[in-house]
């Protein structure tokens, strides 16, 4: 890589230092504009510390503070804003989703967040095939309203489930079936799909707008006013550059660079809304949009050619756009291999035809039989050529979404490979005529070597869009010098190829300064002119787009980023050993602010708080370290623990997230130093440490429920221990598990040996569940023991921060299990939860343990056990339905290919269900305060499919938690795959008679008598103390 210098740079650059009008807010000027607009809107306006750094970026490279947000619920809530903020002279930056790659939504401004309140579909018209919608909606909710009549907005981004339709008319963006949206006549860009739009200016002038006939242009300039004065300078404006905007516009599907000046072209219809899309809030605010929808065939068929390289895919895009496919997509070997390493998708690779090059062309129909034809046609025309390319059909709709899983994870899939220099954002969707990809594309990948750059490249290859993620070096000087001098290449190089520098991500800060290579100094001082007759005042979103910030300002990282290297309880050996380093981990893809599917995540998905994202989590302790927004207490930091106290630690984000953040685990070392010498909330000591008190309740386990039910007593007990009031305490068994399994009059021996992990739940609350287990692995053929003392794998305490307690009872279970261990035995766990432990935990705390090491190789999940193990085994069949309610570490961490095996072995007619977490999550959903999420997570699906579920269909959910919360939420209970195959073992293939089949009570072996030796006034003294204990400890705190 060259070593250049930023003084180079400038001198060959000769750009300007920062945008036209820097914005001058003092800290006194902000808080009077936040008293004023508290004052003056129903929102919620918020200009606290915490709530800028959330505020601080969004997908890009580049951070900025804001001076504040601000959250409206109504349309009336935006024109105050903007009434109040222009009075005080603030800035303005609009946003959605805050997944913009380019720095448009982040600024020293006052961020709008449309996202939380306004997001109402207001109207859909099926004949006129438009839709009228609010700014903040996510464009599925539109695709998911359009779809039951044959209908969809045509642009589509990979982050469709959470991208806001104000944020892609900002942007301009496109997607994957823009292709579908082109040859439906409409075009491949938002702009092209956009009827009209209602707009607000920052000067307070109201309107709508859309395409105007010469007649209606001239109407208005008569009419006088703003508006007038407006149109007339947007015809003087067009009518001035319009050969140059003829002449210098590339004629390309993607054009997304540059403000849109061509649609105020005679030819063009004069369209001010299409001319709007892509400023980046840079000229208005979008109040309303009105967009044209296509027609959507229902049924899809997706064929993937493999050519040998990438290239040679490039070169044959026009031939197979010929065959008007609705999606044409282009993958390369590079970011196979970095998913394999990241291990995203493992298991849908081996569906890809042979190659090192990709296409993904989808057709489409109204029947299968009519999308299956298209494609066939389409792969027997393919096969004459001399060189055809390797092919596979796939027209099953589970197999389609596996690939394209993989084509809409290349963002992620393409940063933050393990072992290789990390890749950012910076040129990341250039275009090009579809015509001239494959030449392209190899001259791009000249110029990436040229700079010792590699890179995967993907993207919609069908209109000639290129996506790239770069490994940039942006922590050193001469890294960013090379990151500059890279940029005017690369840009230099596109337009030689008739391209644009962005064609679907927008300009903002990263490519604002390139335009004039693209446009030429001319067409700049329109694009300087256009921005003035929207915002005189230049306050809407400086510093973006048209006199912007250099490239290599507002960094997010930047040559002066030191964090902190603070000691760690985990040892975070996935990145480098560091906590700082883990917390560059996200990008702000911001998958994690889906509303539906997945399992991440489940806090935002109730609330639609950004600091109850993932993103946003991971964004306050990234400020954390750099300790300028916030930190300055370090570990003490209240702003962080905040957005960590609605946090389920699910995992969901560990497997859902393209970058695998671990926010369980960042909560969990947080905590343990946040709390360090402080008193926890009184939950942490009532459920933090079960295993202790449920030790404690087995002696008198009819007294521990009668006290748990008796209303006075039970109301007390919940209040003083941090427990909802809502909730019922789970109840003990009469006798454990433990004590169980040691009286029994039989054992199997003499077979192959399993170790029974035997957790908290099972052992103490339902030993119903590991009684059925043994039943199960015996009748399997396998000889079941259990630890020879009571052990625990702390799964409790990481979520109040008890690191180093859990630690030590990993270290007392790896020394009491040393011979099992050693000889190789399999632990089979029952709780996905203490399973996940071993698989998780384990190994980011004690990472050079041999011992760790091989516990964590040789635990097994009960339904992994039976697959991987005893794959052979014949286990009974059972004719019933059956509704699969995955436990969230279960899908995170082990995956349900499993279960679902199992599941099929047992003749289950069963369907999975894709709610994400129940909401219960392990302690989270009993304590104080958070009863009302927990309800709506599991609400969002779960609960209503119990409710809907007919009596004889079975309900299975292998966590604890979840069948505590379906158990408490509806009249229905659940079932372990343990105890359903148990059940299937002893009344056949039919199952129980009747209704409720989760009710039948199967015991073949007698039981013996609990130990009730200590007495009942002992254990009412006990309580007493222990109650006075937190009562005291509570005053203290």
């Not at 969809?152 to 489930?161: L, R």
């Not at 075009?187 to 920052?202: H, I, K, P, Q, W």
């Not at 779960?942 to 409710?947: I, M, T």
Request: hydrophobic share 35%.
């Amino acid at each position: 890589m060259k070593t250049l210098t930023t003084e180079l740079l400038h001198e060959r650059t000769n750009r300007r230092e920062g945008p036209v009008s820097q914005p001058k807010t003092s800290f006194q000027d902000s808080r009077l504009l936040a008293q004023e607009l508290r004052e003056s809107i129903k929102g919620e306006v918020r200009f606290d510390a915490g709530s800028k750094a959330l505020y601080s970026t969004d997908s890009s490279n580049y951070r900025q503070i804001p001076i504040g947000v601000v959250v409206p619920k109504t349309r009336e809530d935006v024109i105050n804003i903007i009434k109040i903020c222009r009075r005080h002279g603030a800035p303005i930056t609009g946003r959605g989703g805050g997944t913009s790659l380019a720095g448009q939504c982040c600024n020293t401004a006052v961020v709008i967040d449309f996202s939380k309140y306004l997001h109402r579909l207001i109207e859909l018209d099926p004949q006129k095939r438009t839709v009228r919608v609010e700014p903040g909606i996510v464009y599925d909710a539109v695709n998911h309203t359009a779809t039951p009549h044959g209908l969809a907005f045509g642009p589509d981004p990979s982050t469709h489930s959470h991208c806001t339709i104000g944020g892609m008319i900002g942007n301009n963006s496109c997607g994957v079936h823009s292709v579908m949206a082109a040859f439906a006549g409409t075009g491949a860009r938002t702009s092209d799909n956009v009827e009209s739009l209602e707009v607000l200016t920052y000067d307070g002038l109201h309107l709508r707008v859309g395409p105007t006939s010469e007649t209606e242009l001239e109407e208005i300039i008569r009419g006088g006013g703003r508006r007038a004065e407006i149109y007339r300078r947007l015809r003087d404006l067009r009518d001035k550059y319009a050969d140059s905007i003829r002449q210098r516009y590339p004629k390309i599907p993607r054009r997304v660079s540059g403000y849109n000046l061509d649609e105020l072209l005679p030819e063009n219809g004069f369209n001010v809304a299409r001319a709007l899309c892509g400023t980046e809030s840079t000229c208005v605010t979008v109040l309303e949009a009105t967009l044209k929808l296509v027609p959507s065939p229902p049924v899809r068929a997706l064929v993937v050619l493999g050519y040998p390289d990438i290239y040679a895919a490039g070169d044959h895009i026009t031939e197979i756009l010929a065959h008007k496919p609705v999606g044409l997509e282009g993958i390369d070997d590079l970011l196979i291999e970095g998913m394999k390493k990241k291990r995203l998708h493992p298991e849908d690779f081996e569906l890809l035809p042979e190659g090192k090059g990709w296409l993904l062309v989808e057709f489409g129909g109204q029947t299968r039989e009519e999308a299956d034809a298209k494609a066939k046609s389409f792969m027997t025309a393919l096969s004459q050529q001399e060189h055809a390319p390797t092919m596979r059909l796939y027209d099953a709709p589970f197999t389609e979404k596996d690939i394209w899983d993989i084509r809409e994870s290349g963002l992620g899939g393409s940063a933050r490979i393990p072992e290789e220099p990390d890749a950012w954002e910076g040129w990341e969707d250039s275009a090009v005529p579809p015509e001239k990809l494959g030449d392209y594309l190899r001259d791009f990948r000249a110029l990436l070597t040229k700079y010792g750059y590699g890179c995967t490249l993907y993207g919609h290859f069908g209109q000639g869009v290129v996506h790239t993620r770069i490994n940039f070096g942006l922590k050193d000087r001469d890294g960013i010098a090379a990151y500059e001098w890279f940029g005017y290449e690369a840009a230099e190089l596109v337009v030689k190829y008739g391209g644009s520098l962005s064609g679907e991500h927008g300009d903002g800060q990263s490519r604002g300064e390139l335009l004039s290579i693209m446009f030429g100094d001319e067409l700049i001082e329109a694009f300087r002119e256009f921005k003035r007759i929207w915002d005189p005042d230049w306050k809407m979103n400086p510093g973006k787009v048209i006199d912007p910030y250099r490239r290599d300002q507002n960094l997010r990282l930047g040559s002066d980023y030191n964090p902190p290297q603070w000691e760690t309880h985990f040892r975070f050996p996935d990145d480098r050993n560091s906590f700082s380093y883990a917390m560059e981990r996200c990008v702000g893809v911001g998958k994690c602010r889906r509303l539906e599917g997945g399992t991440m995540c489940p806090s935002y998905m109730a609330t639609r708080e950004e600091m109850h994202s993932t993103r946003g989590r991971a964004r306050l302790l990234f400020e954390m370290l750099q300790g300028s927004a916030i930190g300055k207490q370090g570990w003490r930091d209240d702003h962080v623990r905040e957005a960590l106290d609605l946090c389920l630690a699910c995992k969901g984000c560990k497997s859902d997230c393209p970058m695998n953040v671990d926010m369980a685990t960042y909560k969990a070392e947080f905590l343990s130093h946040y709390y360090e010498g402080k008193i926890r909330p009184a939950a942490a000591y009532s459920m933090g440490l079960i295993f202790w008190w449920a030790q404690l309740a087995s002696h008198f386990p009819r007294f521990a429920n009668l006290l748990s039910r008796v209303p006075v007593i039970s109301g007390t007990g919940k209040s003083l221990a941090g427990i909802a009031p809502e909730r019922e305490l789970p109840l003990f068994a009469e006798q454990t598990f433990r004590d169980w399994f040691l009286h029994r009059q039989t054992h199997v021996t003499g077979k192959p040996r399993v170790l029974l992990w035997v957790d908290t739940f099972s052992n103490y609350f339902k030993p119903e569940t590991a009684k059925a287990a043994v039943r199960v692995l015996e009748a399997a053929g396998f000889s079941v023991v259990i630890p020879r003392r009571l052990l625990c794998c702390g799964r409790p305490l990481y979520d109040f921060g008890f690191v180093p307690l859990a630690k030590s009872l990993l270290a007392d279970i790896l020394a009491a299990l040393q011979e099992e261990i050693r000889a190789g035995t399999p632990i089979v766990g029952l709780e996905p939860s203490c399973v996940t432990v071993f698989r998780d935990e384990l190994v980011n705390l004690f990472p050079n343990d041999e011992d760790a090491v091989r516990l964590h190789q040789q635990t097994y999940l009960f339904s992994e056990f039976l697959q991987k193990k005893a794959p052979d085994v014949k286990l009974p069949t059972l004719h019933r339905k059956a509704l699969v309610q995955a436990h969230c570490h279960h899908a995170a961490v082990i995956k349900l290919s499993d279960e679902e095996a199992v599941l099929k072995r047992l003749g289950l007619d069963y369907e999975f269900l894709e709610t994400g977490c129940c909401g219960m999550a392990g302690s989270f959903g009993y304590e104080k305060g958070k009863y009302d999420v927990s309800v709506k997570c599991g609400e969002r699906g779960l609960l209503p499919a119990v409710r809907k579920a007919s009596k004889e269909t079975l309900i299975i959910a292998d966590g604890f938690s979840c069948r505590g919360q379906i158990e408490q939420l509806t009249d229905r209970g659940a079932l372990h795959l343990a105890e359903v195959i148990d059940l299937a073992m002893n009344t056949g293939p039919d199952g129980p008679a009747g209704d409720y089949p989760e009710k039948t009570t199967l015991s073949t072996e007698p039981e013996s008598k609990p130990n009730k030796n200590l007495t009942l006034g002992l254990f009412v003294l006990l309580c007493g103390a222990v109650i006075g204990w937190m009562v005291v400890n509570r005053k203290k705190h």
